[in-house]
């Protein structure tokens, strides 16, 4: 079993930055892909990026640009960088990590962490 623990959200204006953290751990070696979601009330929780562990990203079109997902293996964490915040990104962000057991995948999701941009 893989657990996550996001850090980082909080309040902000508009323009500014927030850099989240989501510590892994547990079956760190059987991760392959890890990434951010965010879900507002009342919709879908979609994706806004994603890492595999061959290095490759994928970015929602809507933070491409100004949200930057990376991972630091030696401290087993994942980290989005987020730049040039619009009150649109307002949301609760979730870090998820999806894995392997025994050949079976799986996966988990991290208690989420608040973000709230400000006009």
């Known amino acids: 079993q893989v657990q996550l623990v996001e850090s980082g959200g909080g309040l902000v204006q508009a323009g500014g930055s927030l850099r989240l953290s989501c510590i892994i751990s547990?079956?760190?070696?059987?991760?392959?892909?890890m990434g951010w979601y965010r879900q507002v009330p009342g919709k879908q929780r979609e994706l806004v990026a994603l890492?595999?562990?061959?290095?490759?990203?994928n970015y929602a079109d809507s933070v491409k640009g100004r949200f930057t997902i990376s991972r630091d293996n030696a401290k087993n964490t994942v980290y989005l960088q987020m730049n040039s915040l619009a009150p649109e990104d307002t949301a609760m962000y979730y870090c998820?990590?999806?894995?392997?057991?025994?050949?079976?995948?799986?996966?988990?999701w991290g208690q989420g962490t608040q973000v709230t941009v400000s006009s």
């Open positions: 998820n990590a999806r894995y392997t057991v025994m050949g079976a995948p799986l996966e988990s």
């Open positions: 547990g079956s760190i070696f059987s991760v392959n892909t």
């Open positions: 890492t595999t562990s061959y290095g490759s990203t």
